[in-house]
């Protein structure tokens, strides 16, 4: 049974930093494609980034250069390490598995095509 833990959610002031961790267990881990998402009240569930089994990433445009993503294989963990942070990032970040290769997370449907989900993570910015 695949299941995904956030942890690493909280409250910080604009321009500063947090670090997301996703436990991943019960399936191959190495082989997925595996992704953040986030979402804020009354808009849609968008894509942040995501990692291949080969270590390539992809980026929405409105994080590039403030987050990177990566996983540690050993402990099956996925982070997203988030700098220069912003009011507009603040939401609810999810992590996802998808069972095979990524396709670039930039896009409206990339939200359908990952089978497994976490219960989230609040993140909150304040200005």
């Known amino acids: 049974q695949v299941q995904l833990v956030e942890s690493g959610g909280g409250s910080v002031q604009a321009g500063g930093s947090l670090r997301l961790s996703c436990a991943a267990s019960?399936?191959?881990?190495?082989?997925?494609?595996m992704g953040w998402f986030r979402q804020a009240p009354g808009k849609e569930r968008e894509g942040v980034a995501n990692i291949d089994s080969d270590g390539s990433t992809s980026y929405a445009d409105s994080v590039k250069g403030r987050f990177t993503i990566s996983k540690d294989n050993a402990k099956n963990t996925l982070y997203l390490q988030m700098s220069s942070l912003k009011p507009e990032d603040t939401a609810m970040y999810y992590c996802?598995?998808?069972?095979?290769?990524?396709?670039?997370?930039?896009?409206?449907?990339?939200?359908?095509?990952?089978?497994?989900w976490g219960l989230g993570t609040q993140v909150t910015v304040s200005s």
């Open positions: 996802a598995a998808r069972p095979a290769s990524c396709l670039s997370i930039a896009r409206r449907a990339a939200r359908y095509e990952y089978n497994y």
């Open positions: 019960g399936y191959t881990y190495r082989s997925y494609c």
